[in-house]
């Protein structure tokens, strides 16, 4: 069971917006930096974002990253048929109980 | 360009010891960073399992911590995995990557880039 809340999925027509939210807690979110992953069908994980809202060399700037609080969104304008994927957030949890590195129950992206 | 390959048996039966090695290449395991092991079950989400610093310091997985060993092998610079006693829940891809991971600043910076293919392990008899 994730300690980081995403919606199973969201949907938007080609050249829409669409955001996923990952909703925390204030020992993982609240108080560490987040990453987001895009695993297309049948591959690896990608790195999308880090730090919240820095992207690595080469992604487009389609993709964005925001925090508030305890939650995280990534959004993505400019939908394209390539986008259709699972998206991950990604943190550190550093409570007592369970000090780990943990994903977000993960949003699959489904372009109409 | 900094690259990870997974390699170890796809098939492993319940109550063994699954091994996984990855090879990097393109980036000297000794220069620094952390170096961790994610799975993924059939259809389910990811799961981290540990990571391990160039000098050989471990971190893991509270869930998993019993049953896990990651070890390092700069010589030939790779970074294996140990996971004992497995059962079909075990059973996922596994993957290695690169995990830059810095809490000096009161705040933990952590992201996993780049990601090995991934390595299908299933537990069965």
């Known amino acids: 069971q994730s300690v980081l809340t995403q919606p199973p999925s969201v949907s938007a027509a080609p050249g829409q917006k669409v955001t996923i939210s990952c909703s925390g807690s204030?020992?993982?979110?609240?108080?560490?930096?987040v990453s987001w992953y895009q695993q297309l069908p049948g591959t690896a994980p990608k790195l999308l974002i880090y730090?919240?809202?820095k992207r690595p060399s080469g992604i487009p700037d389609r993709f964005s990253g925001s925090k508030s609080g305890t939650s995280a969104t990534l959004g993505i304008t400019g939908l394209q048929t390539g986008d259709e994927a699972d998206y991950y957030c990604?943190?550190?949890?550093?409570?007592?109980?369970?000090?780990?590195?943990?994903f977000g129950t993960g949003t699959k992206v489904t372009v109409l | 360009q900094v690259q990870l390959q997974e390699s170890g048996p796809g098939l492993v039966k319940p109550s063994e010891t699954l091994s996984l090695t990855c090879a990097v290449s393109?980036?000297?395991?000794?220069?620094?960073?952390?170096w961790g092991w994610i799975r993924q079950p059939p259809g389910k989400g990811l799961e981290w399992i540990g990571s391990i610093y160039h000098s050989g310091s471990t971190y893991y997985n509270p869930s998993l911590k019993s049953r896990v060993t990651i070890s390092v092998d700069t010589s030939k610079n790779q970074f294996s995995l140990k996971l004992s006693s497995v059962t079909a829940a075990d059973t996922a891809v596994y993957y290695c990557?690169?995990?830059?991971?810095?809490?000096?600043?009161?705040?933990?910076?952590?992201?996993?880039?780049?990601w090995g293919q991934g390595t299908l392990v299933t537990v069965s008899s």
């Open positions: 204030s020992s993982n979110i609240g108080n560490n930096y």
């Open positions: 990557a690169r995990h830059e991971r810095d809490c000096s600043g009161g705040s933990c910076h952590h992201w996993f880039d780049p």
């Open positions: 393109g980036y000297s395991i000794s220069s620094g960073y952390y």
């Open positions: 990604g943190t550190w949890d550093s409570s007592l109980s369970a000090r780990a590195d943990v």
């Open positions: 730090d919240n809202n």
